[in-house]
Structures are given as structure tokens and as C-alpha cells.
């Protein structure tokens, strides 16, 4: 049986801690937002189910992205494997729209986004990257492998693949071409 008292998603839980962290009550938050107090209160005990607008009233209004309202508590694991079907939905409008949160990332230093297209079972290695730095690959289009010796993970469309890219590193096209959207976070300049 679920704790009463417990959030039941993250949506819940980011929006009271983040309204705490500005130090805004219900009230405030509400009237900065143009809601009413009903309404945030309500989706901080994890009732309702907020229109998109609502969502970015809250977060313009609490200086966040939108999807730090989805991000699960604690920290981010080195390696991650995402599958679209399990990224959780953060907005669903019938059956003409959602918006569903692959990754939220703080970063420091540089972002790099590239596009990678790959022909028939192409294949590409990467004797690895400068130090620190972190890559997360998109699948867009196709099915690859990719990953380190130590870890890899075979995508399809929508699924995300994040790891260490100062080691050697590959990607491989499967049985067709494809097409990746890659993030590489660069660390901070000391």
C-alpha cells in the first residue's frame, strides 16, 4: 500500500522543492504563475493533470526547465541506457501530441551536438575523447550499437545511450542505415 503522504511522481516532488528553493508559498507561486493556489496545490500532492501551458507557467515562473519538474531524485548514473517507451511522459494531449523527457543534464563546459549518418551496416570507432568528457547518443532513425568494451547498448528510434567518451568507444549501424544525434558535454576549463 502506497504511503498517503508520498508524491506519486516526480512531478510532485520537483514542483514543492522547487517553490521552497525560491522561497515562494502556494500563494505566490500561484499568482506569479497566473494559477490559482488550488491548482498548485493540488499537482504538489500529485492530483490533476496539468496542460502543457500550465507547466511552463510553472516553470518560467520558478526560472527551471520544464523537465526538471521530471527528473528523478538522485544523481545520474555514469552509463545510462533509456528506452522512449520508459522515458516518462511529462505532457500527453490525446492521441495528436507528448512530450515525453529523454534526458535532463546541467552542464558545464562546452556542448556539442552532432548529426551522424550511417549507410548499411557502417561501423565507426573512436579511440576515445578528450578526459571527462561524457557522450549521449540518440537514435533517430535505423537500429545501432553503441558503446564501450565495457559498456554498449543496441538502440532503436527514441532510445538514449550515455556514457564515457574519454575511452575507446564505437558505433555500429544494424542491418540497414541510420542516423544518431549525438551530445557531448566537455568539462569545465579549471
Keep these: 500500500m502506497a504511503d498517503e503522504g508520498a508524491p506519486i511522481s516526480p512531478l510532485s516532488e520537483n514542483l514543492k522543492v522547487w517553490r521552497q528553493r ?3 508559498s502556494l500563494s505566490a507561486l500561484a499568482a506569479k504563475a497566473g494559477l490559482s493556489k ?3 496545490s493540488e499537482l504538489e500532492r500529485g492530483n490533476g493533470n496539468p496542460s502543457l501551458d500550465t507547466l511552463w507557467s510553472l516553470a518560467r515562473s520558478l526560472n527551471i526547465s ?3 519538474f521530471f527528473e528523478e531524485p538522485g544523481g545520474k548514473p555514469e552509463v545510462e541506457l533509456l528506452r522512449l517507451d520508459d522515458a ?3 505532457v500527453q494531449e490525446g492521441d495528436h501530441f507528448r512530450a515525453q523527457l529523454l534526458s535532463l543534464w546541467r552542464p558545464t563546459g562546452e556542448v556539442e551536438l552532432c548529426v551522424m ?3 548499411d551496416r557502417a561501423k565507426r570507432n573512436s579511440e576515445g575523447n578528450a578526459p571527462g568528457i561524457i557522450e549521449r547518443v540518440l537514435c533517430v532513425e535505423g537500429r545501432v550499437r553503441v558503446g564501450t568494451d565495457l559498456d554498449s547498448a543496441e538502440l532503436d528510434p527514441g532510445d538514449m545511450f550515455t556514457f564515457p567518451a574519454d575511452r575507446p568507444h564505437f558505433y555500429h549501424a544494424l ?6 544525434v549525438t551530445v557531448q558535454q566537455y568539462p569545465e576549463h579549471s
Design 22 to 24: 525560491r522561497g515562494l
Design 175 to 180: 542491418g540497414g542505415p541510420a542516423r544518431l
Design 117 to 119: 549518418i550511417f549507410g
Design 88 to 90: 516518462p511522459i511529462m
Design 38 to 40: 488550488s491548482v498548485v
Design 66 to 68: 520544464l523537465g526538471s
